[in-house]
């Protein structure tokens, strides 16, 4: 009984590899997500790399936004989301101290625009996007999720944005807007360009992922257990905190497959209430 439930299972997973290789993916780079490129290093920057299937039925986007302080880094298509069945968004955008933290944000919801309206070019249902990122890339994902006004400007209604799953994110104010204020990296604060200031109970399905407290940066665990507890408190109806114990900052590759897990619960919980 054992060896022929062994070899069906064996059987269903190749079935399921061979189904998955059927479906073709391509990835196109360099697209401008702005109207107005006359700014070198802003056309320069705000750019973004594709990765999507070629044929079926349209798929859930992850719009996914690089760590690297607001101040470095480049734009990634992250190697475990690609061929999942998922359309892949790799957001470049504009860096601190060229730029401040608030135009940095901007650049963020211009890129969301644009996917919204592109999106079935690239077999992605614009219904089903999801916002992720990892440190940096986390941050802004949060602030565009609870701060309506950034895609509301871009003419995105942020109740359209089906989830926000943020790997790492700053919930207080971001240090590198501190330092624009001349405030020290390990003062707390909590302003206008924090996530936390801008808890509601009517932003999207929120799932926050950190490392282990003990390792992580400057208390960032505390933070998004903070933002958890906030979001409770003001009524919100989907949230989730995750810590990976044992991983420190730099914990994308446990979060990827929660990532999928949770696009997946996500959208299934939207179908069940419709």
């Known amino acids: 009984m054992m060896r022929t439930l062994l070899l069906l299972c064996f059987k269903l997973i190749a079935g399921s590899f061979c189904l998955a290789q059927e479906v073709a993916y391509e990835t196109v780079e360099n697209i401008s997500y702005i109207d107005d490129t006359t700014d070198n290093y802003q056309a320069q920057?705000?750019?973004m790399d594709i990765h999507y299937p070629t044929s079926g039925a349209l798929?859930?986007?992850?719009i996914w936004y690089h760590g690297g302080g607001l101040?470095?880094?480049?734009?990634?298509i992250p190697t475990f989301l690609k061929n999942k069945g998922?359309?892949?968004v790799g957001v470049g955008y504009?860096?601190?101290?060229?730029?401040?933290v608030?135009?940095?944000i901007e650049d963020a919801a211009k890129a969301v625009s644009y996917v919204m309206h592109h999106a079935d070019k690239y077999h992605g249902d614009k219904r089903k996007i999801f916002?992720?990122?990892?440190s940096a890339g986390g941050y802004l994902t949060l602030m565009m999720g609870l701060n309506k006004t950034f895609l509301e400007r871009e003419k995105v209604d942020v109740g359209e944005i089906a989830g926000i799953i943020s790997f790492s994110g700053q919930a207080i104010t971001h240090f590198t807007a501190r330092q624009e204020a001349g405030i020290p990296e390990k003062q707390p604060t909590i302003?206008?360009?924090?996530?936390?200031y801008w808890v509601r109970k009517d932003a999207p399905p929120i799932v926050l992922l950190t490392g282990d407290r003990e390792l992580e940066m400057l208390g960032r665990y505390e933070e998004n257990a903070y933002l958890k507890r906030m979001l409770l408190l003001v009524g919100h109806p989907n949230v989730q905190l995750i810590e990976f114990e044992g991983y420190g900052h730099d914990m994308t590759y446990p979060g990827f497959p929660i990532l999928v897990s949770a696009i997946k619960r996500i959208l299934s919980e939207r179908e069940e209430l419709q």
Do not use: M, N, W, Y
């Open 45 to 47: 920057q705000c750019q």
């Open 59 to 62: 798929k859930p986007v992850v």
């Open 71 to 76: 101040t470095g880094g480049r734009r990634e």
């Open 86 to 88: 998922l359309v892949v």
């Open 94 to 100: 504009r860096f601190a101290p060229k730029v401040r």
């Open 102 to 104: 608030h135009d940095i």
């Open 131 to 134: 916002l992720s990122g990892h």
């Open 191 to 196: 302003g206008e360009l924090a996530p936390l």
